[in-house]
T-cell receptor, first 113, second 114 residues
Framework: DAEITQSPRHKITETGRQVTLACHQT?????MFWYRQDLGHGLRLIHY???????NKGEVSDGYSVSRSNTEDLPLTLESAASSQTSVYFC????????????FGPGTRLTVL | QQPVQSPQAVILREGEDAVINCSSS?????VHWYRQKHGEAPVFLMI?????EQKGHEKISASFNEKKQQSSLYLTASQLSYSGTYFC???????????????FGRGTQLTVWP
C-alpha cells in the first residue's frame, strides 16, 4: 500500500547542531508540505513543494530549509537548531487537482536542548 | 490568513450532537476538515469546494457558506471514537487561482463521554 513515512520518529539534539528530518511518500504525489505543531497554535506551514526542484516558504520558514530532488522525498533541515524549534513536525502530501486532500505522516517529535 | 475556529472545546455525552465552526477573512476555494487523536497524525475527514461539491467521510456532514467564507462541521449522534481535535484547513483564492496550500485553524478539542 502507498504510504508516507517520517524518520526519525523522535530526536533529541543540542542547540546549534544541524538536524535533518526525512519524509518519504510512495503515492507519487506532486505536492509535499512540512508543518510544525505546537500547543495552542495548530498546524503551521514551514515549507512546501509543488514538484521536483520547486520549494516555497510557508509562514514559519526562518531557520529551516528544504530541497526536492525527486518526487518521493522532501527532507527538512534545521540549519542551527534552537530551543524554539522544539516541536512535533508533520510531513504531508497531496495529489493536487480539485480535491487536494492532504495525507499526513506519523510525525517527528524533536527536542532541542 | 489563519481561519478562526469555534468553540475551542466541546464536551459531549455519547449520542449528543455537536457543531464546529470555521471562519475565514479571505475568499476561499475549499475548506478541509481533519481529525487528530492524541499522539497521532491528522486524518482527512472532508473537503468542501466552492460551487457545492464535497467529498469525505460517510458519517460526517459539513456545510460551506461561500458568501460568508464560513464552514460548519456537524457531528450527530456522537460516538466515543469521535473524540479528538478537529482542524479546519482553508484554501484561499489568490488573484483568481488557488495555491494548493492550506491555512489551518487552531483546532477544536472534542471529548465524548459514555
Amino acid at each position: 500500500d502507498a504510504e508516507i513515512t517520517q524518520s526519525p520518529r523522535h530526536k533529541i539534539t543540542e542547540t546549534g547542531r544541524q538536524v535533518t528530518l526525512a519524509c518519504h511518500q510512495t503515492w507519487n504525489h506532486n505536492n509535499m508540505f512540512w508543518y510544525r505543531q505546537d500547543l495552542g497554535h495548530g498546524l503551521r506551514l514551514i515549507h512546501y513543494s509543488y514538484g521536483v526542484h520547486d520549494t516555497n516558504k510557508g509562514e514559519v520558514s526562518d531557520g529551516y530549509s528544504v530541497s526536492r530532488s525527486n518526487t518521493e522525498d522532501l527532507p527538512l533541515t534545521l540549519e542551527s537548531a534552537a530551543s524554539s524549534q522544539t516541536s512535533v513536525y508533520f510531513c504531508a502530501s497531496s495529489e493536487g487537482g480539485p480535491y487536494n486532500e492532504q495525507f499526513f505522516g506519523p510525525g517527528t517529535r524533536l527536542t532541542v536542548l | 490568513q489563519q481561519p478562526v475556529q469555534s468553540p475551542q472545546a466541546v464536551i459531549l455525552r455519547e449520542g449528543e450532537d455537536a457543531v464546529i465552526n470555521c471562519s475565514s477573512s479571505k475568499a476561499l476555494y475549499s475548506v478541509h476538515w481533519y481529525r487528530q487523536k492524541h499522539g497521532e497524525a491528522p486524518v482527512f475527514l472532508m473537503i468542501l469546494l466552492k460551487g457545492g461539491e464535497q467529498k469525505g467521510h460517510e458519517k460526517i456532514s459539513a456545510s460551506f457558506n461561500e458568501k460568508k467564507q464560513q464552514s460548519s462541521l456537524y457531528l450527530t449522534a456522537s460516538q466515543l471514537s469521535y473524540s479528538g481535535t478537529y482542524f479546519c484547513g482553508t484554501e484561499p483564492f489568490d488573484r483568481g487561482s488557488t495555491l494548493g496550500r492550506l491555512y489551518f485553524g487552531r483546532g477544536t478539542q472534542l471529548t465524548v463521554w459514555p
